[in-house]
């Protein structure tokens, strides 16, 4: 019984039982000193219902996303362990379930990972033995048939909710929602999505997930990142892939003083978030703010996401 009789993830509780949920990220320091990870911890405690824990995000060595899930825990959260697949082969990705699921982990958020030429070992050898896709398969295998890969009967499954990511901005975006079902039929249960500026197309993407009825099938989380300045808005823009930022929020950026900008950030953050929680099919918030948690509570009081119900 043991593991296979655990109780659901947070998220996962509130979603089955018809509730909006609000996550946010903790990006793991580099170098080896846990206090990093408590001390942003601290910022995100009773503003959450889980914390996603980024895994060596951008190539960049980083401490490990399992062991940062696992201080997270010991904090009461509920963690949301991402796992890329540039890392590590079919081996190494059962084992590391296994061992997510066993420190009571329940939550994962399947990636394919970044290209290791953006991080600091360029030269490094990838591995990606499989793709986002067939890591959702691999989980699902394991938590519902009990199996590994190669067949063989598991004992003590890993009781994992299954999560991906998804950008409804990038190119074509006619296929974006196909996409989406893919991971749907791979077995997907929840889709948190890239940080969300240009309000009008993300509306007609879920226009499409609503009409292959996607929206009944997986959670979308909808993912918002605060600007705090004109300056991060353009990087945004221009030298980040599939980043959809709209000129009229360019402008109504530079149209405030320069150390007013990030409270005018704040502002339109908050708007986006209000806006979010208005269209059909989204169930819950993913806030972003990267090395900027201490706004993270601000945020989700302003946009009256506060407070969280009880674990």
């Known amino acids: 019984m043991g593991v296979e009789m655990k109780t659901k993830s947070n998220i996962e509780r509130i979603l089955s039982s018809g509730g909006f949920v609000v ?12 206090e990093v990870i408590r001390r942003k911890g601290a910022l995100l ?34 963690p949301i362990l991402q796992m890329v697949c540039r890392d590590r082969n079919r081996i190494a990705i059962q084992s590391d379930l296994l061992g997510a699921a066993a420190l009571g982990i329940n939550n994962i958020l399947c990636l394919s990972g970044d290209h290791q030429r953006f991080g600091d070992h360029p030269k490094a050898k990838n591995v990606f033995d499989m793709d986002s896709i067939q890591l959702i ?33 990038a190119d074509p975006f006619e296929i974006r929602a ?16 890239q940080c969300i ?9 879920m226009q499409m997930v609503r009409d292959m009825g996607l929206h009944e099938r997986c959670a979308i989380i909808a993912g918002v ?10 990087y945004m823009k221009t030298q980040v892939p ?10 109504r950026l530079k149209g405030v003083a320069k150390e007013k900008q990030s409270e005018e950030g704040i502002k339109i953050c908050v708007e986006t978030i209000q806006r979010l929680k208005e269209i059909p099919g989204v169930r819950g918030i993913h806030i972003m703010a990267i090395e900027w948690e201490e706004k993270v509570r601000e945020i989700a009081e302003q946009a009256g996401l506060l407070p969280r119900p009880k674990g």
């Open 23 to 34: 996550t946010s990220e903790c990006g793991p320091p580099r170098g080896a000193d846990a």
């Open 45 to 78: 405690q009773g503003v959450v219902d889980a914390v996603n824990v980024t895994d060596n995000q951008t190539s960049v060595v980083r401490m490990s996303s399992l062991s940062s899930c696992l201080i997270l825990k010991e904090m009461g959260f509920d």
């Open 137 to 169: 398969q691999t989980v699902r295998l394991m938590r519902d048939e009990g199996r590994f890969l190669s067949g063989e009967e598991l004992k003590g499954r890993p009781m994992l909710f299954i999560g991906a990511a998804e950008n409804p901005f």
């Open 178 to 193: 196909l996409r989406l079902a893919k991971k749907v039929r791979a077995g997907v249960e929840f889709i948190q999505t």
């Open 197 to 205: 500026y240009n309000l009008a197309r993300f509306e007609r993407w």
């Open 225 to 234: 990142t605060p600007l705090k300045s004109v300056g991060m808005a353009r």
């Open 242 to 251: 599939g980043m959809d930022v709209p000129d009229e929020m360019i402008e």
